[in-house]
């Protein structure tokens, strides 16, 4: 079975602080994984995909790597603000898998405080 | 603006009772993905689109119902089958596979 792990569960930090989400999977054989933000009652907001070719993917002050022989993917946020707080998820296509179907980790749950 | 539209946002359900939750993309999208969402458990698959006039089951179909009569649109219908059907339910699509997947705002639906 598939699966995804996201450490920590949640994380508390004081604002300006540069911070690492964790993502780890199980398939090597990826065929790309991507970090989503979800605020409180909301839907999912797509933030970087990383294609199994590529080692890392940037956008503005956020920053994923993903090294798929040891089946780890980091998402790293620089200088955190109060607006970063939300639940973070990582998902991951599997390489011949079903078409389309990601697999999801329980996300990360960060406050960033003023 | 192109994206996913998911209708209603709250809904309340009936024991005994079907219901059906909408999803409409202007993405020109080829795949559409239902997901449902519970706390503790993460993101768990419900259906899948490929195409027009076609669909997959996912990890958890039973309960559930779909159509995609056209390439915009790709209804849920939760039926009494359904036992316990409380949840955030997510609409996705993808250009093709192993494209970047875009989310609606969900529907929570709860039973009453």
């Known amino acids: 079975k598939q699966e995804v792990t996201q450490i920590p569960a949640a994380l508390s930090v004081p604002e300006g602080e540069n911070l690492v989400l964790n993502c780890s999977f199980t398939d090597s054989a990826i065929y790309n994984l991507q970090w989503f933000r979800q605020d409180p009652g909301k839907g999912l907001t797509s933030l970087l995909l990383i294609q199994s070719s590529q080692r890392e993917q940037t956008s503005g002050r956020l920053n994923a790597s993903l090294d798929k022989s040891s089946g780890r993917s980091t998402l790293y946020i620089a200088a955190s603000q109060p607006g970063d707080s939300a639940t973070y998820l990582c998902a991951f296509l599997a390489g011949g898998t079903s078409y389309g179907k990601l697999t999801f980790g329980q996300g990360t749950i960060l406050t960033v405080h003023p | 603006d192109g994206g996913i539209t998911q209708s209603p946002k709250y809904l309340f359900r009936k024991e005994g009772q079907n219901v059906t939750l909408s999803c409409e993309q202007n993405l020109n999208h080829d795949a559409m993905y239902w997901y449902r969402q519970d706390p503790g458990q993460g993101l768990r698959l419900i259906y899948y689109?490929?195409?027009?006039?076609?669909?997959q089951k996912g990890d958890i179909a039973e309960g559930y119902s779909v159509s995609r009569e056209k390439k915009e649109s790709f209804p849920l219908t939760v039926t009494s089958a359904q036992k316990n059907p409380t949840a955030f339910y997510l609409c996705?699509?993808?250009?093709?596979?192993?494209?970047?997947?875009?989310f609606g705002q969900g529907t929570r639906l709860t039973v009453v």
């Open positions: 689109s490929q195409i027009v006039n076609d669909f």
């Open positions: 996705a699509s993808t250009l093709g596979r192993g494209a970047e997947a875009f």
